[in-house]
């Protein structure tokens, strides 16, 4: 029985260990883009509203 058990668990460690790794790549990318995505919208509703 621990015999199967034991790959099981690595199998579930290697894919918990992706998943986190990618969820910190796509808020690396995504934190960033938020961030230019919303100082963009704040300027153009600045700039819009000064009537340029």
């Known amino acids: 029985m621990p015999k199967t058990i ?3 668990i690595g199998a579930l460690w290697l894919v918990l260990a992706a998943i986190g790794a990618w969820s910190t790549i ?3 990318i995504a934190a960033p883009a ?8 704040l300027a153009s509703a600045v700039t819009g509203s000064n009537g340029h």
Not at 34 to 41: D, N
Request: no cysteine; hydrophobic share 70%; net charge neutral.
């Open 34 to 41: 938020a961030v230019l995505l919303g100082t963009y919208l």
């Open 6 to 8: 034991i790959p099981v």
């Open 26 to 28: 796509a808020f690396a």
